[in-house]
């Protein structure tokens, strides 16, 4: 098929190819109702007057964490109307301003201008309409880890919870939501003393799990019958070894595009390893972007000496040749494991039985590292 063909085929193995975008709001969200209902009680006391609760949403990406919160959202600014809640991904609005225009624009349906106005009194007008409207505020920060990245975390958490000293009656809860509970703890000491969560943990998911989520996204992106039950289930295998939902749902896209650009009516095996080799050179080249010196030389040693030396030989050298410690050696080789581009396992053999054996996970010759 030329490039012609491809761009004007009105033919399609999608139904629904936003089914695959990373935003997409499955109408059918299962598995996370122990979740939900931990969320929706942190909310309950607002909705009759009272004061709602904080949480720390903990959990790996890809894990429903998000989906999670704004179905609970959605539910409760459907049934009614004394709370107000706000999803911001703290990624996009890293600083106190940008927060808080987040929080403003929800209330009054526009952006508060960027300049000439102080943040004193955008902050004082959101708080007097609350005030007036008698409605509780709960806020859900994502990757609130930016926030203290930016050195703002602490001051965001404060304004808001804090605000009933000086305004009467607002009620106002936060939704952490991060990956690592660290952050729980990076918190000033005075925030410490209003912020005071419950966790609400999600796990992984299980393979059964993964399998039926992504046989969801199947039937409402595909046509019947473009994939197979035994392609679905090497996807689903592979999205379960990688731990991220997110890999599976973009093998099942990347199969589409590629058995369409085949001008095929259906996945085949073929086109599944096709997707998954290129999927496979993505992560690769992310995860080698993602190294520091240190990391990128230690993989170096394991590509020039793979099968040479183990782990406890390997650090020796680096530390003759750097003059870094053990332990940095070990640091950096459990992040070359953790990103997937070594794996490591124990052999039985060396002075104290325990060596530890690097195994490359690709072909250095196919990558600049």
């Not at 300049?115 to 609130?144: C, H, N």
């Not at 197979?228 to 890999?247: C, F, H, K, P």
């Not at 369409?260 to 993505?282: C, G, N, W, Y």
């Amino acid at each position: 098929m030329g490039i012609e063909d491809i761009l004007m085929s009105d033919e399609s193995l999608f139904q629904n190819i936003n089914a695959f975008d990373p935003d997409y709001f499955p109408p059918n969200f299962n598995y996370r109702d122990t979740q939900m209902e931990a969320l929706a009680m942190s909310i309950r006391p607002a909705l009759r007057g009272g004061q709602p609760s904080n949480a720390v949403v903990l959990g790996s990406p890809a894990t429903g964490k998000t989906t999670s919160i704004r179905k609970v959202f959605e539910l409760v600014e459907k049934s009614s109307d004394k709370v107000v809640c706000l999803y911001i991904n703290c990624q996009l609005h890293t600083t106190r301003f940008g927060i808080f225009s987040q929080i403003y624009k929800k209330l009054f349906g526009h952006i508060p201008p960027e300049t000439g106005v102080p943040f004193s009194r955008i902050y004082d007008q959101i708080m007097k309409e609350l005030q007036k409207k008698e409605k509780a505020l709960v806020v859900a920060l994502d990757d609130i880890n930016y926030l203290f990245q930016s050195k703002n975390a602490d001051k965001v958490v404060y304004d808001l919870l804090r605000a009933y000293e000086e305004y009467p009656g607002v009620k106002a809860s936060i939704f952490a939501i991060m990956s690592d509970l660290e952050f729980k703890y990076s918190f000033d000491k005075n925030v410490n003393t209003v912020f005071i969560p419950q966790e609400i943990l999600f796990p992984l998911y299980t393979y059964s799990e993964i399998e039926g989520i992504l046989r969801d996204r199947v039937k409402a992106g595909f046509f019947p019958n473009v994939l197979s039950d035994e392609i679905l289930e090497q996807i689903a295998m592979y999205t379960e070894e990688n731990g991220d939902l997110r890999v599976g749902i973009n093998l099942l896209r990347s199969c589409g595009n590629i058995a369409e650009a085949d001008a095929s009516r259906e996945i085949t095996q073929v086109h599944f390893e096709k997707a998954l080799e290129s999927l496979v050179s993505v992560n690769i080249v992310e995860s080698l972007k993602s190294l520091n010196d240190s990391e990128r030389y230690i993989l170096r040693m394991v590509a020039d000496n793979e099968g040479m030396y183990n782990a406890g030989e390997l650090s020796k050298i680096f530390k003759e040749k750097t003059g870094s410690s053990y332990a940095s050696f070990n640091r950096a080789l459990d992040k070359l494991e953790f990103v997937r581009l070594v794996d490591t396992k124990y052999t039985g053999k060396g002075v104290k039985g325990n060596a530890r054996e690097i195994i490359l996970r690709f072909n250095p010759d196919d990558y600049a590292i």
